[in-house]
């Protein structure tokens, strides 16, 4: 089965880090842009940051930018987001997926989505 599988979420406190993990089974993700995703309460989900498959480009949503970091790890079939300085405005659930073109800020042009993992930023 192809599967995508978050984890690494939890409670932090504000300043704190978390570093995310999004594993894939049944497939390789070498060939995949890999966009992670959020979504709080009451409001759209938004794009968070993407990595690409050609030559590992990297981006970031303004929120985020200099605080967050996405890496791929092809060997280990995963992809990370590193997450430091919370706020408690990242409280949201994180999800991975998969574009099988190019990274993208829209939610439509990908295929594969893991299950989501909280992330709760409070004190």
């Known amino acids: 089965q192809v599967q995508l599988v978050e984890s690494g979420g939890g409670l932090v406190q504000p300043g704190g880090s978390l570093r995310l993990s999004c594993a894939a089974s049944?497939?390789?993700?070498?060939?995949?842009?890999i966009g992670w995703f959020r979504q709080a309460p009451g409001k759209e989900r938004e794009g968070v940051s993407c990595?690409?498959?050609?030559?590992?480009?990297?981006y970031y949503a303004d929120s985020v930018k200099g605080r967050f970091t996405i890496s791929r790890d092809n060997a280990k079939n995963t992809v990370y987001l590193q997450m430091n300085s919370l706020k408690p405005e990242d409280t949201a659930v994180y999800y991975c997926?998969?574009?099988?073109?190019?990274?993208?800020?829209?939610?439509?042009?990908?295929?594969?989505w893991g299950q989501g993992t909280q992330v709760t930023v409070s004190s």
């Open positions: 990595i690409s498959s050609s030559d590992g480009s990297t």
């Open positions: 049944g497939f390789t993700l070498d060939y995949y842009a």
């Open positions: 997926a998969t574009n099988p073109v190019k990274c993208s800020w829209y939610a439509a042009g990908y295929d594969y």
